[in-house]
């Protein structure tokens, strides 16, 4: 009997061997292939840190079959997630992508940009040799400018891609969610008819002339003159897309109550930002932190462990994060706690901390209520919902802010 349970005693110790084998092969090519950190070892391990702020960020990207989405890398939602481990408390930050924001430049001139753009500038540095970024090709000018609107310093990022996320989720078996209002969204973007002219290929034609610079007034207005359809077309084209080429959209529909969505439904759920019960961004940043607490369910009820090796080779080619093996060991263990941890959820938007305004160029921005680049009263904000304390409410100013941002430079 005593060389019975030698033997397998045996077996199970190669067994769990070749398994750890395995588990530190797969776990070395993920980070291989995830890990995007061009400056070094990271962030180091700081013994007796407790609070982390991570920043979340989802994009278009490009997906399996190299179809680049539309805006690949302008990030579609940013969120902050400042996790205390001591508290077991996780705060989410939303930032509305419309936020207008200062970046530093070599020269010290006066560059702003929206805040889903600079994700995108980073990547592209050569197009901006004005801007002072550090460390091209990362999150850092991001994080950066993230600081300057929240006063969190980041201590790593997490960018996923829309195929990334979707294949997250199946990989998962979907989530459920408990949608908090009936709303539907009749201008949800469909990935494959971003450039479909949807039978007006002849209206186009007509049209297209006086899209692009140096066009001839008076044809134009003679054209018009003679065919309005043709003027109420091309007015369409730039301020109802919906109306000039509907075969471009999606009708989206989600019901009230709990929801089970699989990965395409669910990056429906948060992308949608068109809807007149639950539109605009602020009510998707809403339901974005609302998915991210239903995917904290999820995970507990599934086990990560049980689907890790699934997980990893499903999104390791849609997945970019700065944070080191060390630091995810250490994440990782506080996994099993995860139960334990509260959400606290803060989200602006232009009826409180942020105002509408129109940058030099007519594009519709958001700035801080206080004035252009005064993020003081909204750092206050995030740092008492932090602390989890209540202030005492403030009046709204009295004088106005700027009524548009400086031009860039």
């Not at 391990?45 to 997906?63: A, C, M, S």
């Amino acid at each position: 009997m005593n060389l019975m349970i030698k033997r397998l005693l045996i077996i199970v110790l190669a067994f769990i061997g070749v398994y750890m084998a395995y588990f530190t092969l797969q776990t070395a090519d993920f980070y291989k292939t995830i890990y995007k950190n061009k400056n070094g070892n990271g962030t180091p391990i700081v013994k007796n840190k407790t609070e982390y702020n991570i920043l979340l960020l989802g994009f278009g990207g490009i997906d399996d079959n190299g179809k680049v989405h539309e805006g690949p890398y302008l990030t579609d939602s940013l969120m902050i997630a400042h996790i205390d481990i001591k508290k077991n408390t996780v705060t989410l930050v939303s930032l509305p992508r419309d936020i207008w924001v200062k970046l530093p430049t070599k020269t010290k001139e006066v560059f702003h940009s929206k805040i889903n753009s600079v994700y995108q500038i980073a990547l592209n540095s050569t197009n901006y040799p004005a801007v002072d970024i550090r460390k091209p090709g990362t999150a850092d000018l991001l994080a950066k400018a993230v600081q300057t609107i929240t006063g969190l310093p980041i201590d790593n990022y997490v960018a996923v891609d829309f195929a990334g996320f979707e294949k997250a989720i199946d990989s998962l078996g979907g989530v459920d969610v408990d949608v908090q209002k009936t709303f539907d969204d009749y201008e949800y973007p469909l990935a494959d008819k971003e450039k479909e002219l949807c039978g007006k290929e002849a209206e186009f034609e007509q049209v297209k002339k006086f899209m692009e610079p140096g066009f001839n007034e008076e044809e134009k207005k003679k054209l018009f003159s003679e065919k309005p359809e043709l003027e109420k077309f091309f007015k369409d084209i730039t301020e109802e897309p919906k109306d000039a080429f509907p075969c471009r959209y999606e009708h989206l529909h989600f019901d009230k109550g709990m929801t089970h969505m699989d990965g395409a439904t669910a990056l429906k759920y948060v992308r949608s930002r068109h809807s007149l019960q639950d539109g605009t961004d602020f009510g998707r940043g809403a339901r974005q932190q609302q998915f991210v607490k239903a995917l904290k369910n999820k995970l507990i009820s599934v086990g990560i462990v049980t689907r890790v090796f699934s997980l990893m080779n499903e999104v390791k080619t849609h997945v970019e994060t700065d944070v080191s093996i060390d630091q995810m060991k250490k994440f990782l263990s506080e996994a099993a706690d995860a139960a334990k941890y509260r959400f606290i959820g803060i989200h602006m938007s232009d009826s409180d901390y942020l105002r509408s305004s129109f940058s030099d160029y007519g594009g519709y921005i958001l700035i801080p209520r206080m004035g252009e680049d005064n993020w003081k009263e909204v750092h206050s904000v995030i740092s008492n919902a932090i602390l989890e304390i209540t202030p005492t409410p403030s009046p709204m100013p009295t004088r106005k802010a700027t009524p548009s941002p400086q031009k860039k430079k």
